[in-house]
C-alpha cells in the first residue's frame, strides 16, 4: 500500500527461494529487485536476488494498472488506508455471524464518543483481526456502529472467540447474532445483533456479563470487552420489562424490606451481595464477582439469614429474591 505494507505476498513453492525471498522482505522491505508504482498509491515488488530481465519489467508494468483497479475494487480506502472489504460475505463461509458495536457512543452507555482519528485507527486493527477471507468489515468511519461479517469455523462454531477479540479492540461491548448461512439472511442477522445491543444497553451494568472482579454499579457502563448473544434477546427484553409489572415496584420492597433499612450504603451492599448469591452458583464466583475474599462473602450472608430468616436453598424464595432486587436496583439507577 501507499506506507509501504505489504497488502499479499506470491511465493509459488515451485519457485526456488520464493519464501526466503518473502521472509527477507518483510524483515526489509528494501530487499526488492523492482519496484513499479501502482496508479493511485501502492506498488508491485518483484523479489529475489536476480536481477529483472526486460520481460520482468514488461509485463510488471502491464499488470500494474489491473492490480490497481483490481485493490481498489475489493478494498477501497474511505481514510488512511483503512480497508473498506465491501459489503459482501467472507469467502470462507457459511456458516457467518454478525457482529455490532458502537462506533459513536450511545446518549445512555456512559463512555466516551472516540474521536475520527481514533475510530480510523480501531478500524485499521478490526482489519487485521482476521483475513478478508474470514472477516469483513462493513460502512466506514462515518457510521455509528462498527459492523462485521465473521465466517467461522469448527474452533469457533457460535463467533464467540472472534466476537470477544471485536470488543477488545474497540472497547466497547459487541453483540453477536446467531450463524446463518445463506446470504439473504445476513440483514436479518445484522438487525438480530443490533437488537440485542440496544435491549442490553437499556439494561444498564445490570444486562452484561462482566468478567472477572468488582461488578460494575447499576447504571455504570456495561464492561470493556463484553460479548452478548442474541440467543439471550428474549431474556434481555423480559428483564428491561420487569419495571412494567403492575404492582412489581411495591411488591418488590416489601420483599426486600429486611435489607432497606439503615444507611444507603449498607442498603446497597446487602443488594449487591443478594444478586452476587443469587447470579453465582458458589460463594467464590459470587466473592470474585464482588471482588471481596470468601470468607466475607459468607460473613455477609450469614448476616442476612439471620435477619431475614430466608434460606438460598429455596428455589422459589431465590427466583422472587431474583426479580425483586433488579427491580429495585433498575428503580434506583433510574431515579
Known sequence: DERGTAVALHAPATVTGAAAAAARYLAQPRHVALRVPLPGAGAIALLGPQPPSDLDRAVAERVA????????????????????????????????????GRQVGAASDGVATPTRE????????????????????????????????????????????????????????????????????????????????????????????????????????????????AERLPAYRLLGELHNLPNGLRLARALLAPLLSGSPAAQSRDLETLRAVLAHPGAAAAADALGVHRNTLLYRVGRIERRTGWRFDDPELRLALSVAVRIVQNAESSA
Open 65 to 100: 494498472p489491473l492490480i490497481a483497479l483490481e485493490l481498489g475494487r475489493s478494498s477501497a480506502s474511505p481514510g488512511r488506508g483503512v480497508p473498506a472489504r465491501g459489503e459482501g460475505l467472507p469467502e470462507d463461509g457459511p456458516p457467518w455471524a454478525v457482529i455490532v
Open 118 to 229: 481514533e475510530r480510523e485507527r480501531i478500524r485499521e486493527r478490526l482489519a487485521t483481526l482476521a483475513p478478508a477471507r474470514r472477516l469483513a468489515l462493513r460502512g466506514d468511519v462515518t457510521s455509528r456502529e462498527y459492523r462485521l461479517v465473521a465466517a467461522l469455523d469448527a474452533d469457533d462454531p457460535r463467533g464467540v472467540a472472534i466476537a470477544g477479540r471485536v470488543a477488545a479492540t474497540i472497547g466497547r461491548p459487541a453483540a453477536l447474532s446467531r450463524p446463518f448461512s445463506a446470504a439473504e439472511e445476513r440483514s436479518a442477522a445484522e438487525a438480530e445483533a443490533r437488537a440485542t445491543l440496544e435491549a442490553v444497553e437499556a439494561l444498564g451494568a445490570e444486562g452484561w456479563t462482566a468478567p472477572p472482579g468488582p461488578r460494575p454499579s447499576p447504571g455504570s457502563p456495561p464492561p470493556q470487552g463484553a460479548v452478548v448473544v
